[in-house]
């Protein structure tokens, strides 16, 4: 019997060597070298520099620390990232790592912040990425608790948390969905899309209802603070909804901001009208606001009106307006209307 004696330690013996190699490799996969062999397959895809801390890869999936993705173009030490996130979990294993095939499938990215930085005219000065050839194809990527800085020139930066959602490549296109979550800002809704190889795409957020003060409409990036000089004193509950796009190799971008009130007080400064906005839609557009089918209540009765704010010429603002009217007071009509 002693054989069997023997026979079970020498697979005790194995077993323990082996045990301890496995954890030597597994380890060795957790280096700089795996962490870089994966930057380097996700910037292929990606299309610019990309940097990992490390990467600690396991049997069934692997976890990522300190992603970070950079700008098109960028170069030197000096070179900020757009996008930091210190959790990342993939579903490359140890097996993926082995045969040299570590490029992620799938990202869940938590506690991302995602900068975006704008000049004071509301270029994007951050230069996303652009395919000119044939690169793999991005990961499908969920996002969870992140936040995303819009960050313009001559503003305080606009910060927007609890985002999470999904980006995925469709027909050569980056397509977000997601959703906001935030204290301040309330629940929105995203979808987007960029065309790599267009440098062009847009992005609409929805918010089905919004209480609204005017220090929120003037932290709203990229609309002119005049537009809240001829348009002011909103407070209320509204829908609204952005939309964002851009086309062109310089970015050109263009917003249009729609404000649906369901019951919103207003105040017109340039015919001095004071009221309660109870439907229609008010439309800004640089430097254009447009007031369309706009229901409200003023001066004791009902005003109904659709008109334009356009102040392109610095010097003089030209404004149309069509209004009618019911049951008004007028000696509650402002004196100004003589």
Same mark, same amino acid.
């Given at each position: ?35 870089? *062999?994966?930057? %380097?397959? /996700?910037?292929?895809?990606? =299309?610019?520099?990309?940097? +990992?801390?490390? #990467?600690? $890869? ?64 509301? *270029?994007?000065? %951050?230069? /996303?990425?652009?395919?000119? =050839?044939?690169?793999?194809? +991005?990961?499908? #990527?969920? $996002? ?64 089905? *209802? ?129």
């Amino acid at each position: 019997m002693k054989w069997v004696y023997r026979l079970l330690i020498a697979f005790a013996v194995t077993g323990l060597v082996l045990v301890a190699v496995g954890e030597a490799g597994r380890r060795l996969l957790a280096s700089q070298f795996v962490a870089a *062999q994966v930057a %380097t397959r /996700l910037a292929q895809a990606y =299309g610019a520099p990309v940097k +990992l801390d490390s #990467v600690d $890869v396991g049997l069934n999936g692997s976890s990522v620390e300190g992603l970070q993705l950079f700008p098109a173009g960028s170069t030197g030490g000096d070179a900020q990232p757009w996008v930091k996130v210190a959790d990342v979990k993939t579903d490359v294993s140890i097996w993926d790592a082995l045969r040299g095939q570590a490029i992620p499938r799938e990202l869940t990215l938590t506690g991302a912040v995602m900068t975006l930085h704008f000049d004071s005219k509301g *270029q994007l000065l %951050t230069q /996303l990425p652009k395919q000119t =050839g044939e690169h793999s194809a +991005l990961p499908e #990527v969920h $996002v969870a608790d992140s936040q995303l800085i819009i960050d313009q020139d001559g503003r305080a930066p606009l910060v927007l948390s609890g985002i999470s959602g999904s980006l995925q490549t469709r027909d050569g296109a980056l397509v977000v969905n997601g959703t906001i979550e935030d204290s301040e800002w309330g629940e929105w809704t995203i979808d987007a899309h960029w065309d790599q190889k267009k440098a062009e795409g847009s992005a609409t957020a929805v918010c089905p *209802q919004l209480t609204l003060a005017q220090s929120k409409l003037e932290a709203i990036p990229f609309v002119p603070a005049s537009i809240w000089q001829e348009v002011n004193e909103l407070d209320g509950d509204t829908r609204i909804e952005f939309h964002l796009s851009a086309r062109g190799p310089e970015n050109d971008f263009r917003y249009r901001l729609t404000l649906n009130p369901i019951r919103t007080h207003l105040h017109v400064p340039a015919i001095d009208l004071r009221g309660m906005l109870l439907g229609g839609s008010v439309v800004v557009e640089p430097e254009v606001v447009y007031l369309r089918k706009v229901v409200g209540d003023a001066a004791g009765g009902e005003i109904y009106a659709s008109g334009d704010i356009d102040f392109r010429n610095e010097k003089r603002s030209r404004l149309r307006f069509d209004v009618t009217a019911r049951h008004l007071d007028l000696v509650a009509l402002p004196s100004s209307w003589g």
